[in-house]
Structures are given as C-alpha cells and as structure tokens.
C-alpha cells in the first residue's frame, strides 16, 4: 500500500493550498481517508476525515470552515483544500487511509492503517 501527499508549499497568510493525496495498493472504496499534520516541537493532530461514500467530512474545530475534503473513488484519490491560511497552519501534513473494519478512533493516529510520507505546508504571516 502507498500513499503519496503532496501538493504542499509556501503560502502567505489569508492564502490557500490543495493537497492532494494519491492511493494505491488498496481497494480505496473501502478506506475512509484522514489528514493529519505535525508541526516541529508537536505531536501530530486530526484535521479531517471523510467516508467512502464522500458523506459527512469530519474536521477539527481548529480548521472547520476553512477546510474542506474531497474524494475521487474513480482514481484512488483525496483532496485537502485549505482556504483562509494562518501561520499556525504551517506543519506537515500527512494522508491516511482507514479501513472501515478498523474500529479505532478517528482522532487518533492509532485510528489508521496506513500512512503517506507527508508534505510540507508553511504559511508566512
């Protein structure tokens, strides 16, 4: 299984990014699919999930209304778009794949099965 992120930059605060998140080696149908990001010093955090089907994206409270997530089951694809960027956005951030037989918490990174290797994301004030 693989995961690749990527999509990830320097942006200015206010600006906005898409992360893109390319799966293969799994039956992505069956994955539901988070974000997470690390920042230097910190340990890494939910920001957002969304089901096979595309329904009911979850997002922590910290991006809600600034981030929004996509899927493309055609193409084993996940999309992050992240609008309204703020300094304490800047981490990496990672995509993860969660099978809907794994029973673990959403907001957890024990939640997930599989993990890509991340992309930098750095908003300058």
């Known amino acids: 299984v693989q995961l690749q992120a990527y999509g990830g930059g320097l942006v200015q605060a206010g600006g906005s990014l898409r992360l893109s998140c390319a799966a293969s080696?799994?039956?992505?149908?069956?994955?539901?699919m988070g974000w997470f990001r690390q920042a230097p010093g910190k340990e890494r955090e939910f920001v957002g999930r969304?089901?096979?089907?595309?329904?009911?994206?979850l997002f922590a409270d910290s991006v809600k209304g600034r981030f929004t997530m996509s899927r493309d089951n055609a193409n084993d694809m996940v999309y992050l778009q992240m609008n309204s960027l703020k300094p304490e956005d800047t981490a990496v951030y990672y995509c993860?794949?969660?099978?809907?037989?794994?029973?673990?918490?959403?907001?957890?990174?024990?939640?997930?099965?599989?993990w890509g290797q991340g992309t930098q994301v750095t908003v300058s004030s």
């Open positions: 993860a794949a969660k099978s809907i037989r794994n029973g673990g918490s959403y907001y957890s990174t024990a939640g997930y099965d599989y």
């Open positions: 969304i089901n096979p089907s595309s329904g009911s994206p």
């Open positions: 080696g799994l039956t992505f149908s069956y994955y539901r």
